[in-house]
């Protein structure tokens, strides 16, 4: 068998961002998988797109698909409140990205 230099072999690049999204105390993180070869700027610009209306996960290694409506995001733990009962907030996914505070490129 020989390899010829002259092949080009085109790597499938895949890019995880996670989002972060805040309503007063409560926080939630979803993911995104974007595939193919794409700029850092034009990988964030896809994350967001894919927020409203794209395929987004509950956890980092994309596997549990949030197919709902709204987005689950829980109270943060503060050790001077009584933790009296767990209560989850639901974001609206088509206004998602009013509630985005940060975004970064996790691989």
Sequence with gaps: MSISPNKKVRIKNIQKV?????DQDATGRVYVEIQGELKSREVMVEALKRLEDGLIYADEDCTE???????????R?????????????LIERACAEDYVVSAKIIK
């Design 18 to 22: 996670a989002i972060i999204l805040q």
């Design 65 to 75: 698909l949030i197919e709902s409506e709204y987005i689950e995001v829980f109270r």
């Design 77 to 89: 733990k503060n050790s001077s409140r009584r933790e009296e009962e767990d209560f989850i907030f």
